[in-house]
């Protein structure tokens, strides 16, 4: 047995399995289990029915239409905010919220600032590839990322290298996924559709905003 293999050390319901992804110009960290089951079912149910989710739209040649997953973005209030084109005004942070932020927080090393939250209804619902590089998120954009209900993959793929395979992350209920240093400068990333019939997943995305 390795005694100095991470994942095993880590393995149990209190102390998070982690594990750093080898990949270049990222720095891509997941911890599996940083909610306990019981959190995750009790922030999963309250965030589906406090939240005030939102369904945004997008101009597409020309007409607009529905974003393929509700939306709600909560903070401080003195930092606006733009996402896809959409300026958001943030909802003040709520008790649930800030239980989060302060868990991942003392991971994370930052103070977060606000964050965006999405409620993938279906298997229907997706976010595209895309980068999370607004400038307003600073030089090199640290992100936290909890999820709670259905398991997704999160795909990432390098913008030029070819020659990488793209990353398939299962981010599964109560993970955090820390994403910080150069990753979206090089890397873009994507939740994708499914024709599977699968339960609702809440995902949060805390951002420091400069
Ligand atoms: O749902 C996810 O895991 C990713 C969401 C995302 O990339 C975003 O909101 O910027
Ligand atoms: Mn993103």
């Given at each position: 047995m390795d005694l100095f293999n991470q994942t095993d050390l880590f393995g149990s319901i209190d102390n998070p399995k982690t594990k750093k992804f080898d990949l270049p110009d990222a720095d891509v960290t997941l911890f599996e289990g940083f909610f306990t089951k019981q959190e995750s079912d009790r922030l999963y149910k309250d965030l589906t029915e406090k939240i005030l989710w939102q369904q945004d739209q997008i101009r597409f040649y020309g007409k607009m239409i529905d974003l393929p997953r509700l939306t709600a973005w909560y903070g401080e209030n003195n930092k606006p905010y733009t996402y896809s084109g959409i300026p958001m005004n943030p909802h003040p942070w709520t008790e649930d919220l800030l239980f989060i932020k302060n868990r991942i927080e003392k991971e994370a090393g930052v103070n977060f600032s606000s964050v965006l939250l999405n409620l993938?209804?279906?298997?229907?619902?997706s976010v595209n590839w895309h980068c999370d590089?607004?400038?307003?998120?600073?030089?090199n954009p640290v992100i936290g990322s909890v999820s709670f209900g259905e398991t997704r993959p999160f795909q990432l793929r390098h913008?030029?290298?070819?020659d990488l395979d793209k990353v398939d992350i299962l981010l599964t209920t109560g993970s955090f996924l820390l994403m910080k240093g150069t990753t979206q400068h090089f890397w873009e990333h994507q939740i994708p559709k499914t024709t599977r019939e699968i339960k609702p997943r809440i995902n949060l995305t805390f951002r420091v905003i400069a």
């Open positions: 993938y209804r279906k298997g229907k619902d590089d607004e400038k307003e998120l600073g030089q913008l030029t290298r070819k």
